[in-house]
């Protein structure tokens, strides 16, 4: 069950060490069939809002793929935190 103070946390939040510095990747779940999947880094900002996490998670994905194609794979610098894996699954 999600309450409003589930509202604004963060879900996911990964950091890659580039050769253009950390990007945090963040997906913050805004409301109800709301979700804002966002890139964070030294010359990087932008992202999207979609309608689920996993919308969300598949942005972010193939949009750090596209702009980092050689960054693959992650190295030990890199890390994941997923508050909740069941968000998966929606």
């Known amino acids: ?6 509202v604004g946390v963060a879900r996911l939040i990964s950091v890659h060490d580039t050769d253009d510095g950390l ?8 409301g109800d069939r709301k979700w804002s999947a966002r890139h964070f880094g030294p010359q990087l ?3 999207r809002i979609t309608k689920t ?9 193939e949009s750090f793929e596209q702009m980092f194609p050689e960054h693959h794979p992650c190295n030990d ?3 994941t935190a997923v508050e909740r894996l069941g968000y998966l699954n929606r």
Not at 1 to 6: A, E, G, L
């Open 1 to 6: 069950m999600k309450t409003k103070d589930s």
């Open 53 to 61: 996490f996993r919308q969300a998670l598949t942005y972010l994905t």
């Open 45 to 47: 900002e932008g992202g």
């Open 23 to 30: 990007i945090v990747s963040v997906v913050t779940q805004l």
């Open 77 to 79: 610098n890199c890390q």
